[in-house]
């Protein structure tokens, strides 16, 4: 894979909030999706995700505790975890889904 600017891929997608796969290292898949400051419903994986925000930020609600995770931050949401993007999410999200060892 060649170098991807993240922001400029976000900024492309059709939709906000539906993320595409840049690629994979392993079995993680490694995804981008641009934020647009609307509210979503909980939501729960069978995978672990890292959430990285490359611009912006993330109001996330992980497990009934709310946190604002900001530019050059990350967030692990461990598989099973119920999360829910709060309003305000803007920006630019690249997501790593590692499914589970087992």
């Known amino acids: 894979m060649s170098v991807v600017d993240v922001n400029e891929r976000a900024a492309r997608l059709p939709e906000a909030w539906r993320s595409q796969v840049l690629g994979r290292v392993g079995t993680a898949a490694v995804k981008v999706l641009r934020m647009d400051g609307r509210e979503l419903e909980p939501e729960v994986h069978g995978t672990a995700e890292v959430l990285f925000v490359a611009a912006g930020r993330l109001e996330?609600?992980?497990?009934a505790e709310e946190s604002t995770v900001r530019a050059g931050e990350l967030r692990v949401v461990p598989a099973g975890g119920?999360?829910?993007v709060r309003a305000g999410s803007?920006?630019?999200l690249l997501?790593?889904?590692v499914p589970e060892e087992g």
């Open 60 to 63: 996330l609600l992980l497990d």
């Open 82 to 84: 119920r999360h829910a």
């Open 90 to 92: 803007r920006g630019t």
């Open 95 to 97: 997501i790593v889904e």
